[in-house]
């Protein structure tokens, strides 16, 4: 036989054997089949979440879920563990190997596990001893998988309710809203989930513009550790506002902002969202006292915006703030006084009609109570709800939802979870006004023993921005009205697979 002839029989062979296994493999719906993408559920997961508190007082609880998909399997895993404590740009390593070799092993030790969908679990850690925690969920526990830690003192700088949703990691990070001024002390805490070191870069921006600061180039952040890094270090010069810019030239970090107030409490400064023409901070409590307003145009055009506050009966602007004109690279603050005025409230922040579509980054902090019973916290610029979002956490009492529909009105379904002692889920839909902001009656599992869930996902209509707050008052909180807000956004749940189909062709070449 002709060698030419064989040449020809094993192509045919190998065309026939790659059509047969593209036939079994092919799917009889999806992507492939009908040459469209589609959504699918995400099948990896990381969560990173600060390390809580230096406050020897402190007391921090943490709580994480994944909520029930249409998974079908039933295998999966999702965890945090804690991360290693260095200091700026310096590991805590330790000269004895063995010592090295049993901390690996207590730090892979599961601090907090979800076993099943639907299901919360807590868990609790008090004094300054709580740790940093590096998560990882896998298989059918990945899709939403969602962590909070919360934390309260009564005593010392930045006593109050802590709140921080754990965050996955990311390469930029912008702040809006920090300060260096002498009552406060801003910490920024970078947490690395990697088993390399992230290199990262600090850019401080103030009111003339950026601030020099050497110090914060190429800060070490060592493998699966936490760096916490005093922003008042970082420049000679005292800032009132200050807006701060996180970079990761090497590696990937989670990034936030535990601000430390010595008159007014704290709480987390979590990222604003990335740079947009139009941002909304959304919840802003009725009984607020102080709403200060912090914004940055981090291009090189400035701009200018419309300052609406969105109501539950629509949207009105600030007297005297109906517009904010933003330089390029200076940070701009605006007190806002008690905006809501009994009303809740969210901000909305859209260009002129003149002055281009200019990316800003924002945030807001807010002060409830008086005189020495005052309590901070801060909203940044949150994304959009999606298709779904989820916070854990959330108690029988003290727990309030906000929707905000900022352009077309929007309808929302809320599900509160099974508690982490046990109880049964409930549902309710909302329907939210087209400019209003609706403080939601949050539904309560029936029979709820311990913490729940809520996850918000998008019905119909346009985007719904949300966030939630968490109070404590009474004895626990020494007679001092606690509060922290977190912005919910889409849980990550799904990812878009795009169209694929087997080509025949490439065996031709």
Known sequence: ????????????????????????????EG????????????????????????????ETTYTAYTPKTEVSS???????????????????????????????GEEEKPFLAVKKQGAP?????????????????????????SAQQTTHFTAGAGRGLHGAACSAPDTDFWFPGASTVED?????????????????????????????SEVGEGIQVPPRSSVPVLLSTLTGKPQTNLTVHVTARSGRVA??????DQKVGGDWLTPSAEPSASVVLPGIPKDATAVRLVAFAPGSADADLKVSLAGPNGSLSPAGNETLHLKSGMTTAVDLADVTRGEPGSLVLTPTGDSGETPVVAAVRVIRGKGADQESAFIPAARPVGDRATVTGNGAKGTYLSLTAPGKAAKVRVTASAGTGGGTAATKTYSV????????????????KGTYALTVETVSGGPVHASRTLTLSGAAADGISMFTVQNLTDDRGTVTVPAARPEMGVLLD
């Open 255 to 260: 990034a936030a902002v535990q601000a430390l």
């Open 184 to 212: 406060r002390s801003d910490y920024l805490h970078l947490t690395n989930p990697d088993d390399a070191a992230a290199v990262v870069d600090i850019e401080l921006y103030g009111k003339d513009g950026a601030l020099d």
């Open 433 to 448: 006004g087209a400019g209003r902001t609706l403080a939601a009656d949050v539904p309560l599992p029936d029979s709820l």
């Open 121 to 145: 679990v807590t868990a609790e850690e008090n004094g300054s001893g709580a740790p940093a925690l590096i998560g990882l969920a896998e298989g059918s526990l990945a899709p939403g998988w």
């Open 31 to 58: 992507p492939a089949a009908t040459g469209k993408a589609a959504q699918q559920p995400v099948e990896r997961t990381s969560l990173l979440c600060p390390a809580p508190s230096s406050s020897e007082l402190a």
């Open 1 to 28: 036989m002709k060698r030419t002839t064989l040449s020809l029989i094993a192509a045919g062979a190998a065309l026939a054997a790659v059509t047969s296994v593209a036939a079994v493999a092919a799917p009889e």
């Open 74 to 104: 039933d295998s999966g895993t999702a965890a945090l563990v804690p991360a290693a404590r260095s200091l700026a740009g310096k590991d805590d390593k330790k000269d004895d190997k063995g010592d090295k070799g049993d901390k690996k």
